[in-house]
């Protein structure tokens, strides 16, 4: 069974900073896919950015980076230049190969004005 | 661009009885996933629906049943409630073809069991 783990329930950071989220993951199986999400507090979850376990690079859209090191099984996502609007839920999941997202518990991101 | 579309936004149900929710997928996409969120944790995968057929299930009970169109549209029925499924059920779509393809999340229904 994969499993993730972020062991950040709370973060806070102030408004135009940079803040780093972590997670790892648990996975036996050489091909999977990392994802994460954003949920504000109306619920629907936010795409934000994919990693897949074969690419080179490590992924970017926009303000969000993914620090992937495969080796130590992390895929940390980086929120530069935080705003507001940026306070929220954030979720890492894992798919492998067999269609379906597995969470982890999440870590709230307050930005302070 | 349609995203992903669910209904009811919430609802009130008591023990024992039946409920269905629906989900209508994001233009383009052909799969359907469900998944369940209690409160302060991450969603739960209860499964997925591809060609009108579950093609993957979770850990869930014979309680929880679905069907997909042929428009892909999708339903989640749960039958006999439980005080314990009261949650964010959040729908999910996808193309269907490729696996580790992202999964994009309608705004969810909220359930609560008295």
């Known amino acids: 069974a994969q499993k993730i783990t972020q062991t950040q329930p709370g973060m806070f950071v102030q408004e135009k900073e940079a803040v780093t989220l972590d997670c790892t993951y648990d996975t036996s199986d050489p091909s999977y896919g990392l994802f994460w999400y954003k949920q504000p507090s109306s619920g629907e979850m936010i795409f934000l950015i994919y990693?897949?376990?074969?690419?080179?690079q490590n992924a970017t859209e926009g303000r969000y980076s993914l620090n992937f090191q495969k080796a130590r099984k992390s895929a940390n996502l980086v929120i530069s230049a935080s705003q507001l609007g940026d306070s929220a839920m954030y979720f890492c999941?894992?798919?492998?190969?067999?269609?379906?997202?597995?969470f982890g518990a999440g870590t709230t991101v307050t930005v302070r004005a | 661009d349609a995203g992903v579309t669910q209904s009811p936004t919430h609802l009130i149900k008591t023990r024992g009885q039946q409920v269905t929710l629906r989900c209508s997928p994001k233009?383009?996409?052909?799969?359907v996933s469900w998944y369940q969120q209690a409160l302060g944790q991450g969603p739960q995968f209860i499964f997925q629906?591809?060609?009108?057929?579950e093609r993957q299930r979770g850990n869930f009970p014979d309680r929880f049943s679905g069907h997909q169109f042929p428009n892909y549209s999708s339903e989640l029925n749960v039958n006999a409630l439980l005080l314990g499924d009261s949650a964010l059920y959040l729908c999910?779509?996808?193309w269907g073809v490729g696996m580790q393809e992202t999964q994009y999340f309608g705004p969810g229904t909220r359930l609560l069991v008295l």
């Open positions: 999941a894992i798919e492998v190969d067999d269609y379906k997202l597995s």
């Open positions: 999910a779509s996808s």
């Open positions: 990693q897949g376990s074969y690419d080179q």
């Open positions: 629906y591809y060609e009108e057929e």
């Open positions: 233009s383009g996409h052909d799969t």
